[in-house]
């Protein structure tokens, strides 16, 4: 025939060798193709950690959507066949009694995938990560376990909220105090005709890891000999089959032929699914074989048999290759039963929601106003400066950290970010459409002057002018500071306050009686309208003859406090220093002290607090080197000086109100009953007050510690001691041992943030780097404000005598060092 057709046995041949070869060069090619695409695969991933939020409600389907958006962004048809299947990995990472979830899927996928995470899931975020974050816990020196389905027709149960989720028990298991524990879930979308079964195989023996006695009784011997004897059950004969058979079928055994079929139904998607189990450390096997147990114990879904163990296993999960032997097919129904995300609801949240770096709204992305910290989230934020707005940080703030942890750091921090906006303000870089959006002014009161220091070294020369500084030891220029320059009219809010004061720094004596003389002598020295301060408070109730002088001025316009003069301190003149208690001793001890009489002492601040907080200027106190109950005095003083100055504003528009930031350190030990006032009621006048502490409980004024507390808009806390964690984790809503691990300069905060016409508390996470020492030198700028603020201690020496001595006894009290034989050198200092 073929000699017929003249073709020639060797042109078979050699047709047969080309196509051969062409067959060959074809599956090579095909081969080839599919290594290389499942090589990219691999290699070019993106890695995600999913962060779920809090508000996440059990919603129908979620998981089940979740699932088929797997397939559907898997490769299809001749794709499929080409390149092999596309894979995706689940992680779920078990460490210090906290799981946090990772994903890994192929680069071209990885929009998509965020997208579908963000939209099924809205109150969680999926922040990308740049690299691997489970490569240093799988280790060849581990141990491992891989799981697998005992048939692949034994499926899971289908999709259904009335079930226990396996998940959340498994992901109760992962928790452990320091060794990990790591699950992996592949995913590889197949094609959905692989679910098709012949009916043969759908058979309850195979498919149900345990069965009721009831159940056995439904079988018949047939069944139960199968399970008993395999291929040798005594009980079947060819011919006549099974023996006592029964005709009709369990109710399981109906269900489950009912969901098998279901399983063949179009909505039903494919899905080759690997599970392994990867853990560290002396306790493993133990912590392992208890999942195990777990998944082989559950009787709603069809338990698992252990396949593969030890280091081929390992290497599988470093290579990310596809493992076939450990795969399990299912239909999405299944897999979505298995993948139940945990919520509010589930046993196991609070290990997930707990290692959340909760991630700022994006209106603190902003480039004015008080800087927090760095973003310490994963994803697109992460490293970015966080910022709160003027009314955000108006409602002042409240820091607690242990001692090193980084709470001077933060003020620190803040501060020189205020200084560098201000010096954009200063070339015009920053502007605003009214004064309460300017960059604002701050004063931060310092007892340890570390803080104060460091930021002098960040101070430019061309913010000198905005700028003032106060050593409170200082000896050469002192600083003027008078709590009674102010502007205010409210002389009776003034002097009930300066009263209360007092009496909060220096409890004792018979407080109403005291609290009467003390208020009354006060606002006699308020309303006489002269230049009086503090220090003539001891003068008008020893000497008679300035008591004299200053009556004179208020009899006519206040004959309530003459009745006072004439009538109760005149009964008592004779033990004023018994009414008044310890507090006349202090005040009489400020005029014998010269740092404080020198400071105290002057008629006028040497700056205007009105000026500093509507121009945006600033004020550095050293309040290092004078005790710690001067240290309270000062504080308080000012204080009182800043709330009726902010309360001075009430008659211009509330835009028109500059914001102003009070920082004060180591707050414990300075605080007093004015900073509850000003959290009350200056932040609509633009005053806000952030008050940092090592723990809240060193407040030893309850009142005054659950008034702040309850009252200050932004929280934060950073490294914690156990106990006082445990407090600071209430109020932030979280773990205690999240606080107590935290490594320095890193922290939590409840802050309020401005979004729209609201202001809403968010939970965030922050870090600050180290703040290091800046490139400007704080002498010149120190000589400067010497010579601007300051006075020569010759001529306030001078003045001091001249205002508050009127004897020659008095003289030589107030200035010590020039008694006895310089006595003669008073008179003539006088005289100069």
């Not at 480039?367 to 709160?388: A, K």
């Not at 001075?648 to 930031?661: A, C, K, L, T």
Request: charged share 25%; proline share 5%.
């Amino acid at each position: 025939m073929l000699e017929l057709l003249g073709i020639s046995e060797t042109v078979i041949f050699g047709f047969g060798a080309v196509l051969f070869t062409l067959v060959v060069l074809t599956v090579g090619i095909l081969s080839y193709l599919e290594q290389n695409a499942q090589k990219k695969d691999r290699e070019f991933v993106q890695w995600f950690e999913i962060q779920l939020g809090d508000q996440d409600k059990p919603q129908e389907s979620v998981e089940l959507a979740f699932v088929n958006n797997f397939s559907h962004m898997g490769r299809h048809g001749l794709k499929r066949k080409i390149f092999g299947s596309l894979g995706f990995k689940m992680y779920f990472l078990g460490m210090n009694k906290t799981v946090r979830i990772f994903l890994c899927v192929p680069n071209t996928r990885a929009i998509q995938i965020k997208k579908t995470i963000e939209a099924l899931y809205p109150s969680s975020v999926c922040n990308k990560l740049d690299d691997n974050p489970v490569k240093d816990i799988v280790t060849m020196d581990g141990s491992s376990l891989a799981l697998k389905a005992r048939k692949q027709n034994a499926p899971f149960q289908p999709y259904s909220y009335k079930q226990l989720p396996i998940l959340d028990q498994v992901i109760g298991l992962l928790k452990a105090e320091d060794e990990p524990t790591l699950l992996e879930l592949s995913i590889y979308p197949e094609d959905r005709r692989l679910l098709k079964y012949k009916e043969k195989d759908m058979n309850l023996s195979d498919s149900l890891p345990s069965v009721e006695v009831g159940d056995y009784m439904s079988k018949g011997l047939a069944s139960i000999g199968s399970e008993l004897f395999g291929k040798y059950n005594p009980f079947i004969h060819e011919s006549s089959g099974a023996i006592g058979s029964r005709k009709t079928t369990s109710s399981s055994q109906k269900e489950l032929d009912k969901y098998l079929q279901g399983r063949e139904s179009f909505a039903q998607l494919a899905f080759h699914v690997g599970i392994v189990l990867y853990g560290k450390g002396k306790n493993t096997n133990s912590r392992l074989g208890t999942i195990v147990t777990t998944f082989q114990g559950m009787n709603l879904v069809n338990g698992f048999k252990v396949v593969k163990k030890g280091k081929k296993l390992v290497s599988y999960i470093h290579s990310r290759k596809k493992y076939k032997s450990i795969l399990s097919l299912m239909a999405s129904s299944e897999l979505a039963n298995f993948l139940q995300i945990p919520n509010n609801n589930y046993r196991s949240w609070p290990l997930i929601k707990e290692v959340k770096k909760y991630e700022p709204p994006k209106a603190m992305l902003s480039d004015r106003g008080l800087r927090i910290g760095l973003c310490n989230s994963y994803g697109s934020f992460e490293e970015q400066i966080m910022r709160v707005k003027t009314e955000s940080f108006l409602s002042h703030g409240f820091i607690e950290a242990a001692p090193g942890s980084g709470k001077t750091n933060l003020l620190g921090t803040m501060q020189v970010d205020l200084i560098g906006q201000q010096v954009l303000e200063e070339k015009g870089k920053l502007k605003a459409k009214s004064p309460r959006e300017q960059v604002p002014g701050f004063t931060m009161f310092d007892p340890h002057s570390d803080c104060v220091e460091k930021v002098l070294t960040h101070l430019p020369p061309e913010l000198y002018n905005r700028t003032h500084y106060i050593k409170m030891s200082e000896k050469d220029f002192p600083r003027a500071i008078n709590v009674f320059d102010m502007e205010s009219i409210d002389h009776e809010n003034v002097a009930d306050i300066f009263v209360k004061s007092l009496q909060d720094l220096y409890p004792a004596g018979n407080a109403v009686r005291m609290e009467n003389f003390l208020k009354n002598g006060v606002l006699t020295l308020l309303k006489s309208k002269t230049e009086v301060t503090p220090l003539h408070i001891p003068l008008i109730f020893r000497n008679p003859e300035f008591r004299r002088a200053i009556l004179q001025k208020v009899q006519k316009s206040d004959p309530f406090l003459m009745e006072f003069w004439h009538g109760s301190f005149a009964a008592e003149e004779g033990n004023i220093d018994k009414v008044l208690g310890p507090i006349w001793n202090r005040l009489n001890n400020l005029i014998s002290y010269d740092i404080m009489r020198n400071m105290f002492g002057q008629t006028r601040t040497f700056i205007n607090i009105r000026e500093l907080m509507d121009r945006g200027n600033n004020l550095l106190i050293d309040a290092a080197g004078i005790g710690p109950d001067n240290m309270k005095l000062m504080a308080t003083w000012l204080l009182i000086q800043y709330h009726f100055t902010a309360l001075g504003r009430f008659n211009i528009p509330e835009q028109d109100r500059r914001g102003h930031v009070f920082f004060g350190d180591e707050c414990h030990g300075w605080l007093s009953e004015i900073a509850a006032k000003i959290i009350d009621e200056d932040r609509k006048y633009g005053l806000g007050l952030w008050m940092a502490t090592q723990y809240a409980e060193q407040i030893e004024n309850k009142r005054l510690f659950n008034s702040i507390l309850k009252n200050v808009g932004n929280y934060i806390s950073l490294r914690s001691k156990p106990d006082n964690a445990i407090e600071a984790g209430k109020r932030l809503g979280i773990r205690s041992e999240n606080i107590i691990n935290l490594p320095d300069n890193e922290g939590y905060g409840t802050i309020l943030v401005e979004e729209g016409f609201s202001k809403t508390p968010h939970l965030i996470s922050f870090k600050n780097p180290y703040l290091k020492k800046g490139i400007y030198d704080p002498k010149p700028f120190k000589d400067y404000a010497n010579e601007r603020d300051g006075k020569p201690v010759k001529e306030v020496e001078k003045e001091m005598i001249k205002r508050y001595a009127v004897s020659n006894d008095e003289m030589e009290s107030l200035v010590p060092s020039l008694q006895g034989k310089q006595g003669k050198k008073i008179k003539k200092f006088i005289e100069m």
